[in-house]
């Protein structure tokens, strides 16, 4: 498997082509030169906005701070950063919680640490000539709907949508149109009709009219009436086995998290698009702040979990999802996500 990665080892950043040793054993750390521990994080798209944390943590210093190495990598589709981790190729994943729900399902033990935001910070975007059309979850059906990858977290919410509209997957088609430009495209070549995707893509599509939302999933209102509830979305998850055997290391990175989530949270949009990778504005500053500006509210300001909304996306998913469904009723959650990481944390600042 081919990744982009970067290396959160120095004040600089570097982004550079690479290639993880495939079959290493996730469940193990590496320690460097003087001791310090070299972690492999896959971030389900570093310049999404809903991922947002695990750069600015770089971009802060605060791995450096807490005496943590982190190596970053860049994987679009969080079915495939869920994979990496599941292959051993990285200790950790910035991706949607709800991975870890559908895992237990499949009898993979895998853990929230820290919880970025308790919505999902996507929308549901349609093709402005289709718009008429295709006006709720009941007008998916006979639709191509774009994904970033099948068995994604944005093909779970698609599910989802069309579910509460009525709909049975089976009544449309799934479409992987990744993210960025692929999914631009895809939507103005008329290739998919609608799909789901989030920031900086939404500014751009909705800033050119070459698309309208549908539904948004970047504030708590708009989840809500959506899905019904809160949808704990993007977080750093990892394999229970890690959390177990290092503990310490995880107190790190949650540390490193709850202090720019803590900084993000005192600080503009304008602020933000400072500090982050030119590259991440993809040469639109001004569009970049704006999608920052729709999206940054979705950020929580302590890393915790809301306990409702883990509920909410268990019931979400066993309505919708073939894996979760019939395991429902046997799923823990107080095993797919702990906020014992993130309380330490604050307790910490606070002294």
């Excluded at 290493?24 to 906005?49: E, N, Q, T």
């Excluded at 006979?142 to 698609?158: C, E, I, K, P, Y």
């Amino acid at each position: 498997m081919r990744l982009k990665r970067t290396f959160a080892v120095a004040a600089a950043l570097a982004v550079t082509a690479g290639g993880v040793t495939a079959c290493r054993d996730s469940r193990s750390i590496d320690f460097g030169d003087g001791g310090r521990p070299h972690v492999k994080i896959m971030v389900g798209g570093l310049s999404k906005v809903i991922y947002l944390p695990a750069q600015l943590a770089q971009q802060l210093g605060e791995y450096q701070k807490q005496g943590v190495d982190v190596e970053l990598f860049d994987q679009p589709s969080g079915a495939n950063a869920e994979t990496s981790l599941l292959a051993g190729e990285v200790q950790g994943v910035v991706g949607f919680y709800d991975h870890t729900i559908d895992l237990q399902a499949k009898e993979q033990c895998i853990q929230s640490v820290v919880q970025f935001a308790n919505v999902p910070g996507e929308a549901e975007m349609v093709a402005t000539a289709k718009a008429g059309e295709v006006k709720s979850g009941k007008d998916f059906k006979g639709r191509t709907l774009g994904v970033t990858s099948l068995g994604s977290s944005t093909d779970f919410l698609t599910k989802a949508l069309a579910q509460r509209g009525g709909v049975s997957s089976k009544d449309y088609t799934p479409y992987k149109a990744g993210a960025g430009q692929t999914f631009i495209t895809a939507l103005n070549q008329g290739t998919i009709d609608a799909g789901m995707t989030t920031d900086p893509t939404i500014a751009q599509l909705t800033n050119t009219g070459q698309a309208k939302v549908l539904y948004d999933m970047r504030t708590v209102e708009g989840t809500k009436a959506a899905l019904g509830g809160l949808y704990p979305a993007s977080s750093l998850y990892m394999s229970c086995t890690i959390v177990e055997r290092y503990p310490d290391i995880v107190q790190k990175l949650a540390n490193a998290y709850v202090a720019s989530l803590n900084w993000l949270a005192k600080h503009t949009p304008e602020d933000v698009a400072a500090i982050m990778p030119p590259s991440f504005a993809g040469g639109d500053k001004a569009l970049y702040v704006k999608s920052l500006k729709d999206s940054l509210p979705m950020f929580t300001k302590d890393g915790r979990m809301d306990e409702a909304g883990a509920q909410n996306v268990l019931k979400v998913l066993g309505d919708s999802s073939s894996n979760v469904k019939p395991k429902k009723d046997k799923i823990d959650l107080s095993k797919t996500y702990t906020t014992k990481f993130v309380d330490t944390a604050r307790a910490q600042a606070a002294q």
